[in-house]
């Protein structure tokens, strides 16, 4: 298995920019497609944005298309969310996950995923 470990959080002004940044350990990193979602007070987690094994391959949600930069290296072992042009909309708790198997496709469902971290909180201000 492996084990998340998500940094980079914390309380921007809107317009600005924050890396949120994960930290796997355990198994081979490029045995898994990776995710991060995110959840804000008093809704349902929802996908944010995917990378496949290689890295070949990402998808976003719509509301974060053009701002958002998910990226990977698997020999460090680590996963990255770029976010620029941050709105207060973009506040919640954000989580990493991991999705064993070597799919073409990105995973947009959570469903998929097998292993997920701790979360890190990210608060844009207005």
């Known amino acids: 298995q492996v084990q998340l470990v998500e940094s980079g959080g914390g309380l921007v002004q809107a317009g600005g920019s924050v890396r949120l940044s994960c930290a796997a350990s355990g198994r081979t990193l490029s045995n898994y497609a990776m995710g991060w979602f995110r959840q804000a007070p008093g809704k349902e987690r929802e996908f944010v944005a995917a990378i496949t094994w290689s890295g070949h391959s990402t998808d976003y949600a719509d509301s974060v298309k053009g701002r958002f930069t998910i990226s990977r290296d698997n020999a460090k072992k680590m996963v990255w969310l770029q976010m620029n042009s941050l709105k207060p909309e973009d506040t919640g708790v954000y989580y990493c996950?991991?999705?064993?198997?070597?799919?073409?496709?990105?995973?947009?469902?959570?469903?998929?995923?097998?292993?997920w971290g701790q979360g890190t909180q990210v608060t844009v201000s207005s």
């Open positions: 996950a991991a999705d064993f198997g070597r799919s073409s496709s990105a995973r947009t469902s959570s469903g998929n995923y097998d292993y």
